[in-house]
């Protein structure tokens, strides 16, 4: 049975194949009378809402403190009903689902006229993906319903990839949340537009452009927009600072051994000043350290590993109220790409390039 957060939010238990079944129809049911329900998925928590209830769907930007013109992705439970919330559908969107779906890849398409503006921030597209996590597709299937859901954390602050983060930004500003235990991937899921049957990948995640390359046989390309150039951003959630820890994160770029040279002088400088330095780091650097407030996120040489524990470690040290982070640079092969455009996110102006 779900427990109660001293605050009033539910807090079911997603975990176990033995209570998923009663647990999720309780949590489906708050969904279909236009409650506010976070939910695990493979990449990060989210908060879903009704998608087609434009009530409902505010009540996710009211809770979070999120703009109003930043859209929600849609997830639905099968990829059929993909053709219920778009239309002109290219035949690569269905090749693309059909390969990556369940998983975290989220389609931009030309909306049908019955997606509400709230949803899609006012855009004529939309955003679609199926979740692969086993309590996510099993919520979708008991609401029986698209659930519109950004991640479950307050604007602004780094994605949630547990149920205690959740709780930490959200509780009493939600009805419930289900538990299903850490995320995954940790980093929000590839959004790509395919609405001309072109891919432009809008934001990085697990599945790579290489990926998606081979899957249809023609070119993919990354979006690039800079904040500040006056010109639109491809994707309206760009412009918002996102993934931020409290304290400022310094991110290096470069050779690892020129990395850990400059990193040492920063330490050094940040302690001379009194403040107390937070250090993100592979387990090969780590070696070399003897600081004490220091988080090792995984081998270099495993980006997946590397991006999954990366907002805990944000999280981890806002708790400790660190004064600034230094966070070590990785390549952008593969996974790298995610995780370095997550890292400058939270890094904002604060990035050295040691060449
Ligand atoms: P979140 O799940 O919190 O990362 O938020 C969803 C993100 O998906 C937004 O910030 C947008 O960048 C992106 N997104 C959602 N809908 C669209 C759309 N119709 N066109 C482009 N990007 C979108
Ligand atoms: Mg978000």
Redesign the pocket.
Known sequence: MARKNSSGTLIFDGRTHATLAGEVSEAAKILIQGGLVAFPTETVY?LGAAALDPHAVKQIFHAKGRPMD????IHIAKASQMQTLAQNIPSAAWTLAAHFWPGPL?L?LR?QAHVPAAT??G?D???IRVPAHPAALALLQAAAIPVA???ANLSGRP?PTTAAHVLHDLAGRIDAVLDGGPCDVGV??T?L?IRDGKPIV??PGAVTPAQIRAVLQRDCSVATWLQDSGDKP?????K?L?YAPQAPLYLLKGAPERQLSTLEQLQQQFQAQGKRVGLILSAESATHQKAAELVVLGHRNQPAVLAAHLYDALRYFDEREIDVIIAEGYSTEGMGLALMNRLEKAAGPRVIDVG
């Open positions: 989210g930043n859209p929600l992705i989220t931009v909306k899609t921030g855009l597209s939309v955003a859901a950004p991640s994605s929000e899921s959004v537009d809008l934001r491809p994707s309206p959630g760009l918002y996102h």
